[in-house]
């Protein structure tokens, strides 16, 4: 036996090619539906916090600005939070000194306008993405299509002595 078409003559063979492709498709589908399961759009907990001044925007502490607030960090309000975290998020809401100055300025002369630098409350927000599903499904396909193209030269030169065996 030396060429491909001597092969094809064989049960075992073409029962192989079979077997083959339904375990190429088979992987390519488990492939794409653990990718897809990591990379759906999902709802999770999150802390939000909306800037009052600054930039005044409104984001996830830890999704968007890994800044992780704890359950335990709000429990007597946004005073409980550690200074190092109102650092981050006050660099977060982009707030100028200028502004904090101004603030603690009208605190003192007792004309403050009773808004806080910012508000943070525990809210769902929605991860992932299709993208990044489709790039790496299609990554993920096209490195399981080159595992089992190295898998079928292996097994032609077991049986045939040769990587690239003659069709005929």
């Known amino acids: 036996m030396k060429t491909i078409e001597e092969l094809n003559g064989r049960w075992w ?4 090619k079979v077997l083959f492709i339904l375990v190429l498709i088979l992987t390519i589908v488990w492939v794409s539906a653990i990718v897809f399961d990591i ?3 999902k709802k999770v907990d999150d802390h939000i916090v909306i800037c009052n001044y600054g930039n005044k925007e409104q984001f ?4 968007e600005k890994n800044i992780y607030i704890s359950p335990y960090d709000l429990e ?9 975290k109102k650092e981050q998020i006050q660099e977060a809401c982009d ?3 200028e ?3 101004g603030k603690l300025d009208s605190m003192l002369k007792g004309t403050d306008d009773s808004k806080p630098l910012f508000y943070i409350f525990k809210g769902k927000i929605e991860v992932g993405s299709r993208f990044k599903a489709v790039l790496f499904s299609i990554f993920g396909t096209l490195i399981t299509i080159l595992i089992f193209e190295v ?5 032609y030169y077991i049986i045939l002595g ?6 005929k």
């Open 13 to 16: 063979y073409r029962f192989l």
């Open 39 to 41: 990379y759906k759009n």
């Open 60 to 63: 996830a502490s830890w999704h």
């Open 76 to 84: 007597d309000g946004i005073a409980s939070l550690d200074d190092n």
């Open 95 to 97: 707030i100028s000194e």
């Open 99 to 101: 502004e904090l100055k």
């Open 151 to 155: 898998i079928r030269r292996i097994f």
């Open 162 to 167: 040769k990587i690239r065996p003659d069709k």
